[in-house]
């Protein structure tokens, strides 16, 4: 009897498991926070921004606040300390490649992806089975400069769930003059908000610097390639001018810890340290409590794992207007005589003329149009996907057209170039 009335009084009022509850999760908080956070309002120009970041108070929030001041104090940092999307960057102009560690880029590069895997684009819309004949898929994008992220749903949900949590802890407040439920509540949204709030995100989150600086006279281009490397179906090229991110820099940028960041932390700990205790003292109501914090850890696993535009992360990209995008299919080509290579090539740029979209062959004729597009960021990219060549081979290309092509791009990209020359019988 004893044991029956346990279990019943513990699921009446489970105020005892919530203490437990709220020191775990603190990695989706994390993530919800480097998803949402960017907006801002700010009173006057120059003037201090107060940066508004609607992660719901949810159960996570007590274990995130000392995690993340073990973090600022070890490796100095808030972001988490790897992309979920490993990725490498490839400069188009030198060939130069490094592995992404911006945990920003890696998620553009997730979300277009799956992106480009639901929607093949109106060229394609005639093709039944294009996407299992998909070999590599290449968008090409321009970066503009925002002055703030976008608004979506997934930021707009944010502000609905803190909404609604503080509609669901007035109810006992109403019913029994209970405002326990409600304090509660509101301090933990308000103390969401403040940690939401700290400027280490902004530099942390968009660390690096600018193509050219505001006011600067020279104004600077640079092309790169946001790929997961070799095996993988798709990739990006992103055309950056002006005063857009400089993504090669930012890739492995580390931005330094603000003097204030630590003391902020440390008195934001003691704080879910005291809300902690307080609810540990509810004796009555608790399953409200319970509904609050299981609707914040879903908003807070929604907002940390779904799928963003660019431009909701600060990264408005526009697609290219020549050729927005590349795709490579497979099907077999020719092979053709191996000395080829050594016919004159057309005159002009006729060689660079692009190829109707269903004829892209492959890979390499996906890279081959690249190519077309930006002179040396085919080569450079050949050097990732194959990266045996690291000259100009004739044998290793199949057909007469290819084989040309390469020999030419190669000797402007400034590769060696392997000339076969015909032996004497004896």
Same mark, same amino acid.
């Given at each position: 009897?004893?044991?029956?009335?346990?279990?019943?009084?513990?699921?009446?009022?489970?105020?005892?498991?919530?203490?437990?509850?709220?020191?775990?999760?603190?990695?989706?908080?994390?993530?919800?926070?480097? @998803?949402?956070?960017?907006?801002?309002?700010? /009173?006057?120009?120059?003037?201090?921004?107060?940066?508004?970041?609607?992660?719901?108070?949810?159960?996570?929030?007590?274990?995130?606040?000392?995690?993340?001041?073990?973090?600022?104090?070890?490796?100095?940092?808030?972001?988490?300390?790897?992309?979920?999307?490993?990725?490498?960057?490839?400069?188009?102009?030198?060939?130069?490649?490094?592995?992404?560690?911006?945990?920003?880029?890696? !998620?553009?590069?997730?979300?277009?992806?799956?992106?480009?895997?639901?929607?093949?684009?109106?060229?394609?819309?005639?093709?039944?089975? #294009?996407?299992?004949?998909?070999?590599?898929?290449?968008?090409?994008?321009?970066?503009?400069?925002?002055?703030?992220?976008?608004? &979506?749903r997934v930021w707009l949900l944010g502000w609905l769930t803190i909404f609604v @949590?503080?509609?669901?802890?007035?109810?006992?407040?109403?019913?029994?003059?209970?405002?326990?439920?409600?304090? +509660?509540?509101?301090?933990?949204?308000?103390?969401?908000?403040?940690?939401?709030?700290? !400027?280490?995100?902004?530099?942390?989150?968009?660390?690096?610097?600018?193509?050219?600086?505001?006011?600067?006279?020279? =104004? !600077?281009?640079?092309?790169?390639?946001?790929?997961?490397?070799?095996?993988?179906?798709?990739?990006?090229?992103? =055309?950056?001018?002006?005063? /857009?991110?400089?993504?090669?820099?930012?890739?492995?940028?580390?931005?330094?810890?603000?003097?204030?960041?630590?003391?902020?932390?440390?008195?934001?700990?003691?704080?879910?340290?005291?809300?902690?205790?307080? #609810?540990?003292?509810?004796?009555?109501?608790?399953?409200?409590?319970?509904? +609050?914090?299981?609707?914040?850890? #879903? @908003?807070?696993?929604?907002?940390?794992?779904?799928?963003?535009?660019?431009?909701?992360?600060?990264?408005?990209?526009?697609?290219?207007?020549? %050729?927005?995008? +590349?795709?490579?299919?497979?099907? &077999?080509?020719?092979?053709?005589?191996?000395?080829?290579?050594?016919?004159?090539?057309?005159?002009?740029?006729?060689?660079? %003329?692009?190829?109707?979209?269903?004829?892209?062959?492959?890979?390499?004729?996906?890279?081959?149009?690249?190519?077309?597009?930006?002179?040396?960021?085919?080569?450079?990219?050949?050097?990732?996907?194959?990266?045996?060549?690291?000259?100009?081979?004739?044998?290793?290309? !199949?057909?007469?057209?290819?084989?040309?092509?390469?020999?030419?791009?190669?000797?402007?990209f400034g590769m060696p170039v392997t000339i076969h020359r015909a032996r004497n &019988?004896?």
């Amino acid at each position: 009897m004893n044991s029956t009335k346990e279990f019943a009084d513990q699921w009446r009022n489970p105020s005892d498991i919530l203490t437990l509850l709220l020191i775990i999760g603190g990695d989706v908080v994390q993530h919800a926070i480097a @998803q949402l956070f960017g907006r801002y309002i700010q /009173a006057r120009h120059n003037g201090p921004r107060f940066y508004l970041t609607p992660v719901a108070f949810s159960f996570g929030w007590v274990g995130y606040a000392f995690s993340s001041l073990a973090s600022v104090i070890g490796d100095k940092a808030l972001m988490p300390s790897a992309p979920d999307c490993p990725s490498k960057i490839i400069n188009c102009d030198t060939g130069y490649g490094r592995i992404n560690r911006s945990w920003l880029l890696g !998620r553009i590069l997730r979300d277009c992806e799956l992106k480009a895997e639901k929607d093949l684009g109106l060229e394609y819309a005639d093709s039944v089975s #294009v996407a299992r004949r998909i070999s590599l898929r290449i968008d090409i994008f321009e970066i503009r400069e925002n002055r703030q992220p976008q608004v &979506d749903r997934v930021w707009l949900l944010g502000w609905l769930t803190i909404f609604v @949590q503080a509609m669901v802890s007035i109810v006992p407040w109403a019913r029994n003059g209970e405002w326990g439920i409600c304090l +509660i509540t509101v301090m933990g949204s308000a103390f969401a908000l403040l940690a939401g709030s700290l !400027r280490q995100w902004n530099i942390e989150k968009w660390a690096g610097r600018r193509l050219t600086r505001p006011g600067g006279n020279r =104004v !600077r281009t640079k092309t790169v390639c946001l790929t997961r490397g070799n095996g993988h179906r798709y990739a990006m090229i992103l =055309v950056g001018r002006g005063t /857009a991110w400089d993504l090669e820099a930012m890739a492995t940028a580390k931005a330094d810890p603000m003097p204030e960041t630590p003391y902020l932390l440390g008195i934001m700990a003691v704080l879910w340290s005291c809300l902690l205790i307080a #609810v540990s003292g509810l004796k009555r109501n608790a399953w409200f409590l319970v509904l +609050i914090g299981a609707m914040g850890m #879903v @908003q807070n696993i929604y907002a940390g794992a779904a799928s963003r535009p660019p431009g909701a992360l600060n990264m408005d990209l526009v697609p290219y207007m020549q %050729r927005p995008s +590349i795709v490579g299919l497979s099907f &077999d080509w020719p092979n053709d005589d191996a000395t080829s290579d050594e016919e004159p090539m057309e005159e002009g740029q006729e060689w660079r %003329r692009p190829l109707p979209y269903k004829l892209v062959p492959g890979v390499r004729g996906a890279i081959r149009e690249v190519e077309k597009i930006f002179p040396k960021a085919g080569v450079a990219l050949m050097q990732e996907y194959f990266p045996a060549l690291v000259r100009y081979e004739p044998e290793r290309y !199949r057909t007469n057209a290819e084989k040309k092509f390469w020999k030419k791009a190669f000797r402007e990209f400034g590769m060696p170039v392997t000339i076969h020359r015909a032996r004497n &019988d004896r």
